[in-house]
């Protein structure tokens, strides 16, 4: 059925950057908007990034100036955009697909099984 397969994840220094990759099945991604959730040990998950079918993009306040999201339509992707990464930034990130227009699989959320990001020296 639906799947989205993240992918980018890995170990970086502080400072560094990363850009994480999530393939959703061709079948709801023109039809769903995106998001970026986190889950660090010990903590619940939380909001990182999302973007609308149209473009509109909301991003939590300790992420705001160095991520970025964006969606490729073509290649049924979102992509998130990691810079000036802190040591806090450790965590699995996890993406996750709304069907938000009327067909296959409407009113449903959808989430992939995550990629780990640790930033350490």
């Known amino acids: 059925q639906v799947q989205l397969v993240e992918s980018g994840g890995g170990l970086v220094q502080p400072g560094g950057s990363l850009r994480l990759s999530c393939a959703v099945s061709?079948?709801?991604?023109?039809?769903?908007?995106m998001g970026w959730y986190r889950q660090a040990p010990g903590k619940q998950r939380e909001l990182v990034a999302t973007i609308t079918r149209g473009g509109t993009t909301i991003y939590a306040d300790s992420v705001k100036g160095r991520f970025t999201i964006s969606r490729d339509n073509a290649k049924n992707t979102a992509y998130l955009q990691m810079n000036s990464l802190k040591p806090e930034d450790t965590a699995v990130y996890y993406c996750k697909a709304s069907t938000v227009v009327p067909g296959p699989y409407y009113g449903m959320d959808h989430w992939g099984k995550g990629t780990l990001v640790t930033v350490s020296s």
């Open positions: 061709e079948i709801i991604f023109s039809r769903n908007n």
